[in-house]
């Protein structure tokens, strides 16, 4: 089971700025070759956000392409999120996670095989 750890949640105005970080054990991050964010919203089914592969090449759901920027820092083992121009709609718990398999290194959970998730951080984006 991979170990994930996130922080930097918190409340922001719309248009404002957040950055997430998701602090992994180095066994994590060496055996795992994917990484990535999804977000829960009340009410609704886990979402994936963004997804970066072994070879850092990123993917993005098309709701924060142009907003979010995932990327990994190897020397620190930690995974990131910089969310800019944030949104109402972005409220959401948001998880940091890695699949043991995958189909594809996307943020898809239907892709994603025997995932390990962080504990969340909340985001709350007001209007």
């Known amino acids: 089971q991979a170990q994930l750890q996130e922080t930097g949640g918190g409340l922001v105005q719309a248009g404002g700025s957040l950055r997430l970080s998701c602090a992994a054990s180095?066994?994590?991050?060496?055996?795992?070759?994917?990484m990535g964010w999804f977000r829960q919203a009340p009410g609704k089914e886990r979402e994936g956000v963004a997804a970066?592969?072994?070879?850092?090449?990123?993917t993005y759901v098309d709701s924060v392409k142009g907003r979010f920027t995932v990327s990994k820092d190897t020397a620190n083992h930690t995974l990131y999120l910089q969310m800019n121009n944030l949104k109402p709609e972005d409220t959401a718990m948001y998880y940091c996670?890695?699949?043991?398999?995958?189909?594809?290194?996307?943020?898809?959970?239907?892709?994603?095989?025997?995932?390990?998730w962080g504990q969340g951080t909340q985001v709350t984006v007001s209007s």
């Open positions: 996670a890695t699949p043991t398999t995958y189909v594809r290194c996307r943020p898809v959970r239907g892709d994603w095989f025997k995932t390990s």
């Open positions: 180095v066994y994590t991050y060496n055996s795992y070759q994917c």
């Open positions: 970066i592969d072994n070879d850092g090449t990123p």
